[in-house]
Structure formats: C-alpha cells, structure tokens
DNA sequence: TTGAAAGCGGTACCAA
DNA sequence: TTGGTACCGCTTTCAA
C-alpha cells in the first residue's frame, strides 16, 4: 500500500535499502547489470513500500511516454467506440497505453486534439481526420510525431493510412439495390470533403454507370449530415417531392436514423424502402431488427492500424505505407445472425 | 510551426528574446507580476516559433496535471461511450482532460486501471467499481486521490458517489409488467455481488409483494451476465421448460440480445414478450424499433459526478456526498419518438 | 517587474 | 555490479 501521506520515490527505497536511486531505478526496471539478489531484495522492498513509479517523471528524462493518442469524430458512435476498443487492446499488447481525443468533425477541435498530443508527448497518433483542409495534418507532419490516417486520406500527402475501399463499398452496396430492381436511390452522403464520402459516391455512380442508369443529382445529398439531424433532412426531401425507392446512407447508425424519420412519414410502407449503411456495426451490435451494411470485417481498421503506428515507430524512415481492406455487403438478421455476401 | 527538429522549449525563447525561462513561462501563464507589454510580447515570440507546452514537465514540478480518469467496464457499451463523451465535455469546461480506463468488470483490470492512473498522476478519479470485493476501492482511497463511484456504491464504505436509484428502477419495471397482467417476469441480472443489479432486484421484489404476488426463485437468474452470450442463456432457460411471458433486463444492450434471442426461438411471437431494460439509451441511440427502458434523463450521472468530482477536489475534506439520481419509465417509438411515464 | 537557483522524480551516462 | 551526477522542461521561491 502505498504510503498514507504521499508518493513513495525511488529516493525513499534508497534510503531504506542503503542503495542509491540509480541502483533502484535499474533493479525496478530489470536492466541486465544489477545482480539478481539486489534485484530480488530491492523489488521487494518497492512492494512493501507500494512504491508505483511516476510515468511522467520517467517519460521526461527519456523522452518516451508509451502512449499513443487516438483522434477521430466522435468516441460516442458505437462503431467508433467499438474500434477504439480495439486499438486499446492491441496498444496494451505493444506495452503502450491510449489516450482518445474527439473532434466533433470541427477543424478548430481537431487541432487542439492535435495540440493536446503534442502536450502530452504520446509517442504516436492514429488519427482519422476531420479533412475540411489539409492544414491539420501538415501541422501534425511538422510535429515529427509518428501518426497514421485512418478510414480517410489525402491524395497529395504522403503519410501512412489505413483505409476501406470505399469505393467498391458504394458500388456493392448500389449494385445490390440496383439488382433488386430499385432505380431511384436516395444517396445521403457526408461532407463531400471527406474522403470515404467522395470515393463512396464515386462507387455509386459506377454501378450506375455499369448498369446504364442514369445518375439524378436530386437523389444525391452531400449535406453536411452530423447524427441527430436526419429527420429534418428527410423531411425536407421529401417535402420537395423528390422521389426514391431505396436508401444508401453514410452511416450505419445514419441508416438507422433515417430509417425512424421515414417510419414518421410512411408508417410501416417504410419496410418497403431498403436502406443501406456503412461501417458493419452488426458485428458487435446485435439489434432486434434486420439491416444490411457495407463494412471490413469486424477487425476493421483498429488492429491494422495500431501495428502499422508502431511499425512507424520503430523504424521512421520507412517508406509510407497506404493499407486498403477490403470490404463486403453485410445482412444482419436477429435470426439468422450474420451473412456476409 | 514548431521546429523541424525538435521541441520549441521555453528556453529557445528566453534565447530569442533576452528573457530568463522564468519570466517567459510566467508571462505565458499570465501571471500578474509581468508587464502586459512583456506579456504581449514573448507571447508573439512564443506563437512564431510555435511553442507548444511540455504538460508533463510542468505537472511533475506542480503536481497537478489538469486531468481525471475515468474507470468504467467498457467504452464500447454505447450507453457508457455517451455518458463518457458528456463527462469529456464537462471536464473540459473546468479545464480538465479525460483518460478513460477498461475494466472489463474484471478486478485485475481494475486494479491495473488504478495503478495506471495512479502512474499518469490524475487529478481525479470517477470510477464504476467491479464490486467483486471491496479491495481495489479501498486501495484507490489509500492513494489520496479523490474519486467518485458512479453508477454503483459500497454500504460499508463512505465515498463519494452518483448513482441512479435502482430500487425505484426495478420496482417500477417490474409494476409497469404487472400492471399490463403480466406475472411470468424473468428478471435477468447481472453479477450479484453489483449494487444496482442487487437494488433493482430489491425493487422487482418489492413490486411483487405489494401486488401480493409470489417471487418464482426460477424466474430470477443472477448469472454473470457479459453482454455477448444472451443467446446461450436464454437457449438454456427456455430448455429448462422455464415459463415466462416478459423479460427485464440488466441493461439495454443485454435487452437487444434477448430479443434477439427470443426471435430465434418464437419468431413472431416474441414480439408479445416485453422486454424491459435499463440505461435509458434511446435518448442518444434512435433505433428503428419500440423499446421501453428505465433510466435517468439523457445526462445520466456524467454531469453529476464531474461536478461533485470537481468538488472534491477543490475541498479535499468536504463531508463525503451520496447523490442518488430519479429514474424513469422511458417509452421509445421510432415515430413518436421518447415518452416519459 | 524580473532574474537566479532549486527541485519535481525519474533515467542516462560515465566513472569506479 | 554499483555510485555519482547531470539533466529532461517546467514551476516555485526568494532575492534583486
């Protein structure tokens, strides 16, 4: 237990062993010139004294803190929260620990994020950005702090990233409405700076054009859609007459929203309106109902991610390295579970 | 920008400017003894040469590091990733950063999680205990950092604590049940050793006895509830010959899987056994489908309990507070949206 | 209003 | 194998 007053330091197990800090501090940390017994005696001393070390002080004089920081939108969004999970868990493996910072999609918040790291000195980023422009990012490259991208990119710049394709992702997903016989797809889609949003776009309008369907713009909404606003959005689509028979969101729990804001307008003719999302939440969110998503496996980028950081870390001259995996049309069924086509 | 090379230390600006280290980090933290000309200007030095703080170094020397720890099961329980997410913005507003712990309802997690932030050197900590004995929390009390229980409370231990009144929670499941005819309810707990699980069982109880009804011992599993093995367990009951016309739940993440699970068996048919669960997560989790959930309102205890944490360590020996929070029957329709009963 | 120096608790480096 | 000492970058204290 550690002492009822204060801190127990290494000077305080010197002290009562006799041995200078120096010798603590090397036996604690198991370095190969203290000799077992001393070893052996002054961790045992440590623990009955309840000595727990001081990362910060440590991390000051050598200049690594084993922590890495995870910057994305929202840690509030089951599928982010689900993958930070996952990167906490491969970090412990590495030996390091995790520190997450939101960006709310805001550019301001972003760079604070940014900054926040900085400040605490982590030894990496994984970091999906907010991508309203490049500056972030080219702040955080002049950091020289190891970092990779991901679930977005910058097409000019150079940097490590760790991605779906995004594009096969629209077009599976149009192909199989447009397959099913639907050829008015409603496209509710994200900023249009964000990457995945564009190359998604991009994969819709392929499986049209593969099919020989036309593209209507009126079907396409690159709204600035943040979760919680669907529902006035949907509401103004369909007040301008705008006409659809299936749905494509940006966003598992968008589908979902959208979903609820079209069961206000057509009661239970909603189940006739297919909807779509992305990010595969089904893996690790069973929900009572049936909905189909495009997402990576249930890994996404979390575990690719971390080890191509610490990859990074280790060796820093490494040619950059853009990872992109592969994804696939997910059916959930409460029933049946998962199907993965 | 900061430098290509390394860190922008006060030092470089003392240098650049003819100032010691002491009179730039003073005039950087506003201090009222420098000159607001002095200020003015080592903060545009500063700002040029894109000096960022070494939070690390000044917590060691000040002993304060401006941050809180956050101790709970799982950040990928969305109803926990939201309650995080408003205590992030809570403590920002006093100044504070956020690191969430896992514990995974393990207590040598927990124990770790202690130690690291122990090591980290928060400021504060809000913790959920596992509750599988009471030694981790009394080992955090030795520590002398402050911290609050939220969610869950020790009878025999005066802490500070945030909780949600479970008594009332089961009971008013359990009367809402019996009130619609419903006398088969299975109530499907989670660890005992969980004040909330054993309160709401208390309330489910009390429900029954002042309707004068008997408690079916069979009907009452105390199982170590994981969210992710709903399915085995209900599979085992319902193989039992176990009889049972509605359901409350832990949670409301253990509620879907249930569903979910009585789908598989009764198809149809479940959709005319209840289930009730608790957390309240429809109001930042809109589903396309009914559910009825008890919980407190949208801020659960996240505000709360960063507010009394904050208390707490503003005066360290302040009277210890109990802050039990109302709870309520939460009717959520993806059409007409949340009805509070 | 500013400067000089000590020190927070470790780790790194070199000498013994 | 161990000890002595500088030092990480900042804040604090006291003197000027």
């Known amino acids: 237990m550690p002492s009822e007053k204060c801190r127990v330091t290494l000077k305080d197990i010197a002290n009562k062993t006799g041995y200078t800090v120096n010798t603590i501090s090397r036996a604690l940390n198991n370095k190969n010139d203290i000799s077992e ?5 002054v961790k045992e001393v440590a623990d009955s004294m309840g000595y727990i070390n ?3 002080a440590g991390s000051l004089r050598s200049g690594k803190t084993k922590t890495i920081a995870v910057i994305l939108s929202d840690i509030s969004n089951p599928h982010l929260a689900h993958q930070v999970k996952l990167i906490e868990l491969s970090a412990i493996e590495y030996g390091y620990n995790t520190i997450i910072l939101n960006t ?18 982590v030894d990496g980023i994984l970091i999906c950005p907010v991508q309203q422009s490049e500056d972030n990012i080219r702040f955080l490259q002049s950091m020289n702090i190891p970092f990779v991208l991901i679930g977005r990119y910058f097409k000019n710049l150079d940097a490590d990233a760790v991605l779906s394709d995004d594009i096969k992702a629209g077009y599976i997903a149009t192909k199989h409405l447009i397959d099913k016989g639907f050829r008015k797809i409603l496209f509710m889609s994200a900023q249009e700076y964000i990457s995945s949003a564009r190359e998604r776009l991009e994969g819709y309008t392929k499986a049209h054009n ?6 209507h713009n009126e079907l396409i909404h690159s709204t600035n859609v943040k979760t919680g606003n669907a529902k006035e959005i949907m509401d103004s689509i369909i007040q301008s007459n705008i006409n659809f028979d299936s749905v494509i ?9 959208i979903k609820c804001a079209l069961m206000c307008v057509c009661g239970n003719e909603a189940d006739n309106i297919p909807i ?3 990010d595969g939440v089904q893996s690790h969110l069973p929900l009572p109902f049936k909905y189909t998503s495009v997402g990576m496996d249930k890994d996404g980028w979390a575990k690719e991610s971390t080890k191509l950081l610490f990859e990074r870390i280790q060796y820093p001259t490494m040619h950059k390295k853009k990872i992109v995996r592969n994804v696939s049309l997910l059916n959930f069924d409460p029933v049946k579970g998962n199907d993965i086509t």
Chains 1, 2 share one sequence.
């Open 37 to 41: 017994q001393t070893k052996k005696y």
């Open 54 to 56: 001081d990362s910060m």
């Open 104 to 121: 709310d999609e805001n550019s301001q918040y972003e760079r604070r994020a940014i900054i926040s790291a900085y400040e605490k000195r």
């Open 210 to 215: 593969e099919a020989n369907l036309p593209i």
């Open 249 to 257: 969101a940006f966003s598992d729990m968008l589908a979902f929203e």
């Open 276 to 278: 779509i999302g992305f």
